[in-house]
């Protein structure tokens, strides 16, 4: 995870979806297959203004359960799919519970912000909003990130 400001971060960002995603990709050195769960979910972490730290992971799957059309049936695929599996079982349950429990006051925030979503998103539909600016689709989908 990178330190460095991230511009997709911010609320009133003028970036493109495609562009908050280079950013995303480019700054967290994200390499893989074109597997459009993993972009998706990718987009969803620039939608919503997160990084791929602990925390944030905990976040976007949060909101991705709350203010966009993934079900959970769907959800628990995607967790059975052996590259997340994988990445799951690497991270030691203590630092998991650690994370969850110092992310709670977040995820609080982003229960309630998910119940201020006007419309939700389309998880796997992303690619339709790519050159569509971030400040407008959060404005069309009332979605708050974190940072503001």
Not at 79 to 88: D, F, I, T
Request: charged share 20%; aromatic share 8%.
């Amino acid at each position: 995870m990178t330190t460095m400001t991230l511009r997709y971060k911010q609320q009133q960002s003028n970036l493109t979806l495609r562009e908050g995603l280079s950013e995303h990709l480019a700054a967290e050195g994200i390499v893989y297959a074109d597997d459009p769960t993993f972009a998706a979910h990718d987009a969803c972490h620039v939608l919503f203004g997160l990084d791929t730290s602990l925390r944030d992971e905990i976040l976007v799957d949060t909101w991705t359960m709350l203010a966009t059309d993934m079900t959970p049936g769907r959800y628990a695929e995607v967790l059975a799919k052996p590259e997340v599996s994988g990445l799951l079982s690497s991270v030691p349950v203590g630092t998991m519970l650690t994370a969850s429990v110092r992310a709670l006051p977040d995820l609080v925030r982003v229960w309630w912000r998910s119940r201020q979503v006007t419309r939700q998103w389309a998880f796997a539909d992303y690619s339709e909003h790519l050159d569509t600016p971030l400040v407008e689709l959060r404005a069309r989908h009332g979605i708050r990130v974190l940072a503001a």
